[in-house]
């Protein structure tokens, strides 16, 4: 057994790091509209004004952030916002789908920006013309035979939500989410095929995704009871719309190693699974809470409002397939002290045997093996890999940026990738990369740390032309899209520079 014909080899994006138009065609404001750029050094910021009139900045962060009652998202005239213009796919979406086309690219992960199709987020009726825009670039793909793939939310929400209904921690966002999801699915229930409610569920947590400023156990869970009531609600809905559609879940994927034979490594290894990963799995592919989760909140005294009927949601909305996002392994250690380093997300602890990226997120291409047989035993539905890659400083020199160190990241996975389908016996749908196109770095609002086979000119404060650039691993993976896998070496003859 060798990759299906049909399997879907492609890129991904999201609408905030990617797309820019940030306020045409009747747009609505998202609260990643408010989040600055920010380098290794720095972090992101998201920009308030205080109820006084004061502009206040909170640090972005992953475990939630504290913020001043009454405090409201704003817009400051000296401060550069990436998501804005991001690379412009808005204006470029004719000349990007072509270059995607010329490598061979089969499927095309995209997001569409919810704030687009509801500026405010609670009206009843759509925006025309942000509907329009959709539809355009999913004929774009359709002319050259690519399969969009779309997130529905990939970590935004329109401020108005967030401002007039505390987001997510409100239940009323549910119903404004399947309005726009279903308003979506019937539209294009003709151009796409494959959906995915919710980019890596399992971390959303910052005030960006959620809307709320409510930082404490009950509320994140609250939230995250929402999320998955939406998501089931839209998975039932989507059935009907279409019978074909492929409806999947997306999740930030971590693994550990635990680091010795000491039992308690193991243990460890387990709680780390089930507090980062898999309670989201569990719930949006086997449909019910898992008993440690029910345990877990007992524990810590916590309490959210679940109304009856949302068992039944939840059991009869899961998921066709389980999408995730694979950056790094981490190792599980009892150990106090243990060396940290970077990762997706969340900082991982160092392991020995792997080498770091230029941010410290180390690789680990068996990892992807790994991964893919630990999920298929547990939940024994089809994988689809939709984010891999890796960010790295590119060099452009001569007109010419040689990453081979990008060629050979991707070989590597590419390799046990191959295993796990062919050795294993893995489903897989697809492998979708991050990042054909270089774009804003999600995590530091960096230009600098890129992902792409395709360079764009642009810098960290959004200075450049934005032309597109091919890179020497565009050749490569046009050799593996092209050959649906089976030619994964690399010999150079794929070198367009020559
Ligand atoms: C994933 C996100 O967590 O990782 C993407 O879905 C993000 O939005 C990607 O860009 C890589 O992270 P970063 O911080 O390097 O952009």
């Not at 999201?14 to 972090?43: C, I, K, M, V």
């Not at 109820?51 to 972005?60: I, L, M, Q, T, V």
């Not at 089969?106 to 500026?119: E, G, Q, V």
């Not at 002290?337 to 900082?347: F, H, L, M, P």
Request: aromatic share 14%; charged share 25%.
């Amino acid at each position: 057994m060798s990759f299906s014909k049909d399997f879907l080899w492609g890129g991904a994006t999201s609408a905030h790091q990617f797309e820019g138009g940030y306020n045409l065609g009747n747009r609505g404001l998202a609260n990643t509209d408010y989040l600055t750029s920010g380098n290794r050094q720095n972090p992101r910021r998201i920009t308030l004004k205080l109820s006084n009139g004061e502009r206040f900045d909170a640090k972005k962060s992953f475990h939630g952030i504290s913020i001043p009652e009454g405090a409201k998202g704003c817009i400051y005239d000296d401060t550069y916002y990436p998501s804005h213009n991001a690379v412009d796919f808005y204006h470029h979406y004719k000349e990007d789908i072509k270059l995607m086309a010329g490598m061979g690219l089969k499927c095309f992960r995209l997001a569409i920006s919810w704030s687009r199709i509801f500026p405010k987020g609670d009206e009843k009726e759509p925006n025309e013309e942000g509907l329009k825009f959709y539809e355009d670039v999913f004929k774009e793909c359709k002319k050259y035979g690519i399969e969009p793939l779309v997130t529905m939310c990939h970590f935004d929400i329109p401020a108005y939500i967030s401002q007039t209904y505390d987001g997510w921690l409100n239940r009323k966002t549910v119903d404004f989410f399947v309005n726009y999801s279903e308003t979506i699915m019937t539209r294009y229930k003709d151009l796409v095929k494959y959906w995915l409610t919710f980019n890596e569920v399992n971390i959303l947590h910052d005030y960006e995704c959620t809307g709320t400023t409510k930082n404490s156990l009950d509320a994140r869970f609250q939230v995250n009871h929402h999320i998955f009531l939406a998501s089931a609600k839209t998975v039932i809905i989507g059935h009907k719309i279409n019978p074909n559609f492929k409806i999947g879940m997306m999740e930030a994927n971590f693994y550990w190693y635990p680091e010795t034979c000491n039992p308690l490594d193991s243990l460890r290894r387990i709680e780390l699974s089930r507090e980062w990963r898999d309670y989201a799995i569990d719930i949006q592919v086997r449909g019910a809470y898992p008993n440690y989760l029910l345990k877990y909140f007992e524990r810590k005294n916590i309490n959210i409002h679940i109304q009856p009927e949302d068992d039944d949601i939840l059991k009869e909305g899961t998921v066709d397939y389980l999408g995730f996002s694979y950056y790094n392994t981490s190792v599980a250690t009892t150990r106090v002290n243990a060396d940290e380093t970077g990762g997706n997300v969340i900082s991982a602890i160092r392991n020995p045997y792997l080498k770091d990226s230029d941010w410290g997120w180390q690789v680990d291409p068996i990892g992807l093996r790994v991964i893919l047989n630990d999920l298929y035993d547990k939940y024994q539905i089809p994988l689809f890999v939709v984010e891999n890659g890796i960010g790295a400083v590119d060099k452009l020199e001569d007109g010419k940026i040689i990453d081979d160190y990008r060629i050979e990241y991707f070989h590597d996975h590419f390799v046990q990738l191959k295993k796990a389908v062919e050795e294993d016996g893995v489903p897989i749908m697809g492998y979708t990369s991050w990042g054909i196109i270089d774009l804003v770095s999600n995590g530091g609002g960096e230009m600098d740390k890129r992902y792409g086979f395709i360079y764009v000119d642009m810098d960290n404060e959004g200075r450049g032309t934005k032309e597109r650039i091919i890179k020497k691993s565009y050749g490569y993976m046009k050799q593996v899209f092209e050959s649906n896998g089976e030619d994964l070496n690399i010999r150079g003859e794929y070198d367009i520079y020559g």
